[in-house]
């Protein structure tokens, strides 16, 4: 009889099926980085002497800063920054300048990511649908129902092209949320980035449609620095998802991202995230470094959402945050990580809560496997003029196997003696009752894991756009829930 | 067996390693006008220990209290519980770090922590951090953790029975307190509440 | 008479001690059975055993279940094959609707003998369907697996389950322990609902009450790991009215 432990690999080491190299044409500047390098990236990609100074700027905070070491990452080896090329680029095709490179358009084909209007204008799909931002290393190759969206007065384009054409949007709001010298990778990220997306809906908009980012590394001895910025103005409100996949290689590769989202008065931004960056190996070689930083500030009565489903990266040091700043304004952080193998994630929240009755919200389900760590890491501080303010957080553990470890680190500052801050943190593990149970009406095991990870993690996939709660169940090796139920 | 622990009165160990099989509870007490680092560090190296530790911390004025607790099951079969409770009025500043450590293999271990303070000025200070860190699979483990002020709803219902608001604001604190007081000697549990 | 069920000299043991000591049981097809015992007795054990439960170890005798093997299958294997066991305990999986779990054990089944799944509106047919048999309401099919259920509520769930799997051979492990009258004549109804000639039961109970709804073909007592009586309803009434120490063994 095949116990809970045994099952597990099967369950868990499926294959990476995104983990292909896509053959194309990249031009790419010396590895390294200095500040020539800074300079050739920002020449590259013809910026003001503005954005460049904000570059520079930045590299010489970094310099004098050292990588945070209080994760509960023991696996995340010492980076050479200088053995990173920090640029990579697919070569354009000068034949067809306007259009998506045929072996970039196969390659997001074969990830199921739309980087094509085509089919849903024929009607193929009559499925409500989302435009997409697709990343490709280090630049924007597409981005969909621009014109749509433009109709509305919303602006959905790579970053690049948001510099060149809304520049003041830029420099308005750029660093605004997350500054320059917040931590030793959002520094990395403001002196090297390269491409990312840019939002902007305007004044009462709300949007018509899911807008997406997709982040796809594919370069060998790159990393990927993108940028993403999102303003929602007064009284708009979108949702937004990411998703970020990478090919298999026994090298670790950085990806150290910023997003900023601004969200201004009554508005609301859904942000959701589902992220399978190429994990490593069984034996713990490879994988993606995820080291990101995410914030939202929240003005008067608007909502900022994170929902994330983390499968991905040998590493992930990750804490999408939110500024309360607006009095009642709210906020929630639903997470799903799954760590399996060797990989080690380190990763949570923190709800800053300066306004008056402001709210959070926290659900964050760990589930480790294997030899992997699994760490909720999160602040909630009620500042002095956080009056009536309120959070609640639960966090919750499942251990699956007598070889990973599971960690719950939460602080708590209370600086308002009429605000209320809950805290909760259970672990559990999948019972041998529960396996026989499903056995028994004819579910095996391996499936019955799946069912039953699945719905340990259901209040938080349940949050996410249809497409992605799909994706994300598929991911956590569960068929059965969908279009039932 | 009842160790009770008056900080900075009493000497309070820093360190305790249980190898044998017992029943062992720790009461911390931290009276007000007593700042205070309380470090402790606990470690359970036998199966069959029933641990429980009670922490109680009243500072009404400008204290400065910090507990930083270690309780690490370094083999499985053992139980603790840990509840910390208290008041941070005035200008004080509470700490509270705490961790369950639960070595691998230490399975069938059940381990809980509990921290929730009252907070009764708006200057007054708390810092939370109740911690696990599990390294098994087999195991019952949990932490939870408030921070807030009185209820008002409670303490308008009990004016409106006639209690004036003094009262009943001690009323309310001694029943928030009231779970750990309970395992106080009689003489403390005096003190404490003449002095509330 | 075609035999769907034939345990010979069955020893099983759990934990190191031997609790099945010789087990002997014929089932032919369309038969109810009745195990009765004191506690202790092995009743739960040989469910535990038929069904394929972990932890339990089979140190002799043989289980044929329709001309196969029962002990080399795995649980799964069993249910697929036809047997189903109506949990005295059922465990919550939380987060996880009945209709999802049953969706799973409906097409892991189909999948199992060649079949198709079934397409989503096929399967909430069937699912109204045997809803409205058994008289429940609609949102239970939207309920967590057993979580938050009251006793009878469980109970209900596990005829509920059978109905959906029309399972040829089913036990009923003490499944009228701790329902009121009301709740008790529920599931009896239900039973006797999804009985056919085709299908056959084991059905372990302390009590009289359910067998008198029921109308079991024979009643055994398992006394102390082995079947000490066999015989027809008579014998339930004597442990009734003279309590088993009346029976030899």
């Known amino acids: ?485 | 067996m009842d160790r009770v622990y008056r900080v900075g009165i009493d000497e309070v160990p820093k360190r305790l390693t249980l190898k044998e099989a017992e029943e062992l509870r720790l009461v911390f007490v931290v009276m007000p006008g007593i700042s205070a680092d309380v470090p402790f560090d606990i470690s359970i190296e036998r199966e069959g220990v029933k641990l429980e530790i009670y922490g109680l911390y009243l500072c009404p004025r400008s204290e400065q209290v910090n507990f930083r607790v270690r309780v690490r099951h370094l083999v499985g079969g053992s139980t603790s519980t840990q509840l910390f409770k208290g008041i941070a009025g005035g200008s004080a500043r509470v700490g509270f770090d705490g961790l369950i450590y639960i070595a691998p293999d230490a399975q069938k271990t059940k381990a809980f922590q509990e921290n929730h303070t009252l907070l009764l000025s708006d200057s007054a200070l708390i810092d939370s951090r109740p911690q696990l860190e599990i390294y098994a699979d087999d195991v019952e483990c949990s932490h939870g953790a408030t921070t807030g002020s009185l209820n008002p709803e409670e303490l308008f219902y009990m004016r409106s029975r006639g209690i004036p608001e003094e009262l009943a604001r001690r009323i309310q604190i001694h029943s928030f307190i009231s779970p750990v007081l309970k395992y106080l000697p009689e003489e403390y549990r005096r003190q404490i509440l003449a002095r509330l | 008479m075609e035999t769907i069920l034939q345990i010979t000299g069955l020893h099983a043991s759990s934990g190191g001690k031997e609790i099945l000591k010789g087990v002997d049981l014929t089932i032919n097809k369309g038969e109810v059975h009745a195990i009765m015992g004191p506690n202790g007795a092995g009743k739960s054990t040989l469910s535990a055993v038929l069904a394929g439960r972990p932890d339990y170890e089979v140190t002799a005798g043989s289980v044929t279940f329709m001309g196969r093997n029962l002990l080399e299958m795995t649980p799964e294997e069993r249910a697929w094959a036809g047997l189903f066991l109506s949990f005295q305990y059922p465990v919550e999986i939380p987060g996880v609707s009945i209709t999802n779990f049953m969706k799973g054990a409906v097409n892991s089944k189909r999948k199992a003998l060649g079949q198709d799944e079934l397409t989503p509106a096929q399967f909430l047919k069937l699912l109204k369907d045997k809803m409205s048999m058994l008289k429940m309401k609609g949102e239970f099919a939207k309920r967590e697996v057993n979580v938050g259920f009251s006793g009878g509520e469980k109970k209900r769930n596990e005829i509920f389950q059978m109905a959906m799997l029309d399972p040829s051979f089913c036990i009923l492990d003490e499944t009228d322990s701790g329902l009121d009258v009301d709740a008790l004549k529920i599931v009896a109804d239900g039973v006797n609902s999804l009985r056919t000639p085709d299908k056959s039961a084991i059905v372990i109970t302390h009590y009289r009450r359910l067998l008198d709804l029921l109308r079991p073909d024979r009643v055994h007592i398992l006394k102390d790991g082995r079947i000490v009586r066999s015989g027809g309803m008579e014998l339930a009434e004597q442990i009734e009215t003279k309590g088993f120490d009346s029976v030899d063994g």
Not at chain 1, 293 to 311: M, N, P, Y
Not at chain 1, 414 to 441: G, W
């Open chain 1, 1 to 485: 009889m095949k116990n809970v432990q045994d099952i597990i690999p099967a369950v868990t080491q499926h294959e990476y099926r995104e983990g292909f190299v896509t053959d194309i044409q990249q031009e790419f500047v010396p590895k390294g980085l200095n500040e020539e390098i800074i300079r050739t990236i920002s020449s590259l990609k013809g910026e003001p002497q503005w954005l460049l100074d904000f570059r520079l700027d930045a590299f010489s905070r970094w310099k004098k800063m050292t990588p945070p070491s209080w994760g509960h990452l023991s696996r995340l080896p010492k980076i050479d920054f200088q053995d990173i090329i920090y640029y990579a680029a697919p070569k354009k095709d000068s034949d067809r300048p306007k259009e998506i490179d045929p072996a970039l358009q196969e390659t997001f084909d074969k990830l199921g990511i739309p980087v094509g209007e085509r089919e849903v204008l024929a009607g193929v799909k009559p499925r409500e649908s989302v435009a997409v931002d697709a990343v490709f290393d280090s630049v924007s190759v597409s981005t969909t129902f621009r014109k749509t969206l433009a109709e509305k007065g919303i602006i959905f384009c790579s970053f690049s092209e948001a510099v060149r054409e809304h520049p003041e949007l830029v420099r308005k709001y750029l660093a605004s949320v997350v500054p320059v010298g917040d931590n030793f990778y959002a520094a990395l990220n403001s002196a090297v980035f390269s491409d990312g997306s840019f939002c902007y809906i305007p004044k009462g908009v709300k949007c018509p449609m899911d807008l997406s980012s997709y982040f796809r590394i594919n370069a060998s001895g790159t990393g990927q620095f993108e940028r993403t910025l999102i303003i929602a103005d007064e009284g708009s409100s979108v949702s937004y998802m990411e998703g970020c996949t990478a090919p298999m290689r026994d090298e670790n590769q950085l990806h150290a991202a910023v997003v900023e989202i601004i969200v201004e008065k009554d508005a609301d931004v859904r942000y959701s995230t589902v992220q399978n960056w190429y994990p490593g190996d069984a034996q713990g070689r490879g994988g993606i470094l995820n080291l990101v930083t995410k914030r939202g500030l929240c003005k008067e009565g608007a909502h900022l959402s994170w929902t994330q489903v983390e499968t991905g990266s040998a590493i992930t040091w990750k804490y999408p945050s939110t500024v309360l700043q607006g009095d009642g304004s709210t906020s929630e952080f639903y997470s799903v990580a799954l760590t399996n193998n060797w990989q080690q994630a380190d990763t949570g929240t923190k709800m800053i809560h300066l306004g008056r009755n402001t709210r959070s919200r926290i659900v964050s389900k760990g589930i480790s496997a294997g030899h992997s760590e699994n760490s909720y890491r999160g602040l909630v501080r009620m500042g002095k003029g956080a009056f009536g303010a309120r959070n609640f957080s639960r966090c919750d553990s499942l251990l699956i196997g007598s070889t990973c470890g599971a960690h719950t680190f939460p602080v708590i500052q209370n600086f308002n003696n009429t605000s209320l801050v809950e805290h909760e943190a259970t672990t559990s593990r999948i019972s041998e009752d529960q396996l026989f149970y499903c056995n028994q009406r004819g579910i095996g095991p391996e499936d019955a894991v799946g069912l039953i990870v699945n719905g340990y993690a259901r209040e938080v996939l349940q949050r996410l756009p249809m497409e992605f709660a799909v994706e994300a169940q598929k991911l956590l090796a569960v068929n059965l829930e969908g279009s039932v139920g």
